[in-house]
Structure formats: structure tokens, C-alpha cells
């Protein structure tokens, strides 16, 4: 009877640790989405007269800095699949818990973008009569997603993105190591948050550092229901 209780209070806790793991990705991605989707879209809806491509890398900076900062805390804050993975490979996450973050993430990331479209709706309105395009001169697409330059070809996109994950997740395994100098306490947001803005200044020029899954593929889905259409995946 006793070792039915003591079962029955583990399973109640792991229920609701990975409930609130859950949601702590959840609402970071989200952050993550809504600070820096948000300020592509200040960019592109102004046509570039309240943004630029460095306010985009500072939205994108202060998005995964506030993002970890709200779920670092509870599950670690890896608000990235790419991350998460990482983690379960070195033993720091576990295995069951891996699809429990990652559908967070890309839920976090979809509900962000509703939250970017909704913000700007008028915006959107407004911007080319209200048609929504994926590529040309107007189009509004890739406030959500990230597409690649012209000259990029698959392999060199394939190249461009190993690089950069693997970067972003090398900084955070340095930055988050005690054995090493290791950061204060407290300061890891901040220094993932830069290490953000590093990739996004030096490896942005291809197909704008997208480095998460979540990120992009939350958002190019919303695009494709939300009136872009099945474009969005194949342009």
C-alpha cells in the first residue's frame, strides 16, 4: 500500500514537472518569436524607416535573452530543438522529455507569430494592399521565416545552417560550464542572448541565421494558414 502511494506521488510529480516544463519552453519561444519576428516586421512594414538589419539582430538578442531568463529557470530554457537535442546527447536531458520540449518550442513559436500578426494587423493591411507575398519587392513573408539569398544553393544552405547551430550550441556548452570559466551566476542569459547577436552580425548574410528549427518552422507554417499559402515551403 505504501509502495503504491510513493509510486503514485512520483508519477503525480513527474506529471507536473514536465507540465511546467512544458510550459516554461512554451512561453519563452514565444518571447522569442514576439521580440524578434516583431521587429523584422517593424522593419519591413515601415519599409526600413523604423528598423534596419542590426535593430533585427538586437530584437532577435534581447528575445532569447529574455526567453531563457523567463524559463531558464524551470527547464533549462533551451527554447531551440537544436538545443534540446544537444542537451539529450549529452546526457543532460532526458530522452522522454526531448518530444515534450520540442512540441513547446514549435507551439511557442506558432502562437508567437499570431501574437506579431495580430500586433500588426492594420500594418499588414495596409503594406501592398493588404496581398500577402512570399518573394518580390513587397513581400512580407519572411518576417516570419527565413528564406534564402539568391545566390545560396542547397549545399551551401545545408553548410551555412550546420555552422551556425553548431556554433550557437557550442558558445551555450561554454558559457554554461563550471569546469571552465564558466559565467556568474545569473549573467548566462545575457551572454546567450549575445552570442546570438554574434552569429546574427557575421553568418546572417545567406538566409538570415534561422539556427532553430521552431523558429522557422513555427512561424512558415502560420504563413502558409494564415493566407501565404503552401508557397511558403517551396519558394
Known sequence: MEDGRKRMKELCTLRKDIIKEFLAEFLGTFVLILFGCGSVAQ???????????????????????LAVYMAGGVSGGHVN???S?????????????FPVYVAAQFLGAFVGSCAVFGLYYDAFMD????????????ATAGIFASYPAKHLSVLNGFIDQV???????????AIIDKKN???????EPLLI??????????????????????????????????GWGMEVFKS
Open 193 to 226: 542572448g549575445l552570442s546570438i547577436l554574434a552569429i546574427g552580425v557575421s553568418m546572417g548574410f545567406n538566409c538570415g541565421y534561422p539556427i532553430n528549427p521552431a523558429r522557422d518552422l513555427g512561424p512558415r507554417a502560420f504563413t502558409a494558414a494564415a
Open 81 to 83: 530543438p537544436a538545443v
Open 163 to 173: 555552422i551556425g547551430a553548431g556554433a550557437l550550441v557550442l558558445c551555450i556548452l
Open 43 to 65: 522593419t519591413v512594414l515601415s519599409r526600413g524607416a523604423l528598423g534596419e538589419p542590426l535593430t533585427i539582430h538586437i530584437g532577435f538578442t534581447l528575445g532569447v535573452m
Open 127 to 138: 503594406f501592398n494592399n493588404g496581398t500577402f507575398v512570399v518573394t518580390g519587392e513587397n
Open 85 to 97: 537535442l544537444a542537451m539529450v546527447v549529452l546526457g543532460k536531458l532526458p530522452l522522454k522529455k
Open 181 to 187: 570559466i564558466g559565467a556568474p551566476k545569473g549573467t
